[in-house]
């Protein structure tokens, strides 16, 4: 079971937001072309290893695609 709603605003961002609407951080795709995790400034507060663990596999999931695309590349397959 999810801790937080994921909502997509634009291709290359993400908003976290928790269960009751507060938003609490947001994913965006960097230049590299990987998305990556920020925490807004304004929450404070200890993670558990689940939650983190669970916004680690949201990111896997966003990135897979370009990292499957990074790694072909790279490898020399077309």
């Known amino acids: 079971m999810s801790s937080f709603k994921y909502k997509k605003v634009k291709d290359y961002k993400v908003e976290v ?32 290893s689940n939650t983190l663990r669970e916004i680690a596999n949201k990111l896997d999931e966003l990135n897979k695609e370009w990292d499957t695309t990074i790694k072909r590349e790279f490898s020399g397959e077309k």
């Open 17 to 48: 937001r928790t269960k009751t609407n507060v938003s609490i951080a947001s994913i965006e795709r960097d230049v590299d072309g990987y998305f990556y995790f920020w925490m807004d400034e304004s929450i404070n507060g200890a993670w558990t």
